[in-house]
């Protein structure tokens, strides 16, 4: 199973500015040495050494993300702005011709998971199929009052693909391909819900948006009991712990309770996630820096066994 991440921020796209770009080209330059402007391999090398957010950019976009089977078959967590690029992509695949279908799977309906759906090329194109999930009540009325005249010139039922739905119940098992998908619902207002989804002995949760407080982790027995083992759990961590203290029930959680979340469910792979619209490409470096930092300073037995990653946008991992 393999995943890529297409937008990873929360609430809001984010797209970086004209000013931004040169504040970093500007530090760029004031790192750079003679010897790192020799050659290309130089240039390469000093490159590789820069802070991620120098020589990268997390990303604006809102959450979308790509999972593959072992037998490439395609699963879509949310139609954040994220799907507007993947649907670029999968014209590349026979999505062009009218040949493609593949099941898409909605946390919930707040804007920043929906919105680019009607930027989804291969949505326009006849012939192509496309099995939509949720467990969010009437999620075919959902997104077809986001196609409203009032608010889109071109209404759901005029996007020339084929559409089914299936509507699911909170801790309903069900199958996709060969993979075997459970959902589990999720601190969140207005409800949001986690996917968790196995392919043989592998497993990855998707589990945002989702409110966890460290106070209240004593509580989390039945969560610590569905994220057990996975090998990889993508969870909301779109503060930093300081301004979660100051956002109570805003539904959001911060990388110290995921990585509490992580180690006691014994998780292999935690990925942060959510990416407030705030937090600049520096900040986001601070947080990733900080929560491996936490990771360090707490006390469990398993710990060297979970890695922390950040997402961004193109960010791909693997479970073997
Ligand atoms: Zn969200
Ligand atoms: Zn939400």
Known sequence: ?????????????????GNTIRRKIRKILELARPSDLLDETSIETFIDSLPFSLSHTYGGNTTCLEIRTEKNELIIIDAGTGIRELGRFLLKEE???GKGECHILFTHTHWDHIQGLPFFEPFYIPG??????????????RLKYQHNFEHFPIQFENMGSTKYFYQHQEGEIFKIYDLE??????????????YKIKENDKTLIFGSDAEFRLEEIEDLDPYIEYFKNADILIFDTQYTF??????????????????????KSNVKNLVLF????????EILDEVYIRAKRYKEMIDFDN??????????????????
């Open 1 to 17: 199973m393999k995943v890529k991440f297409w937008g990873v921020r929360g609430s809001v796209p984010s797209p970086i500015k």
């Open 95 to 97: 999505y062009k011709d």
């Open 128 to 141: 192509n199929v496309f099995h939509i999930h949720a467990v969010s009540s009437h999620i075919e009325k």
């Open 181 to 194: 998908i459970t959902t589990k619902s999720m601190k969140h207002p207005g409800g949001s819900f986690s």
């Open 242 to 263: 300081e301004e979660q203290l100051t956002k109570i029930d805003w539904g959001h959680s911060s990388a110290a309770v995921a990585t509490d979340l992580a180690l």
């Open 274 to 281: 959510h990416h407030d619209p705030a937090y600049s490409d």
């Open 303 to 320: 710990k060297k066994d979970l890695k922390i990653h950040i997402a961004y946008e193109g960010l791909e991992l693997v479970i073997q």
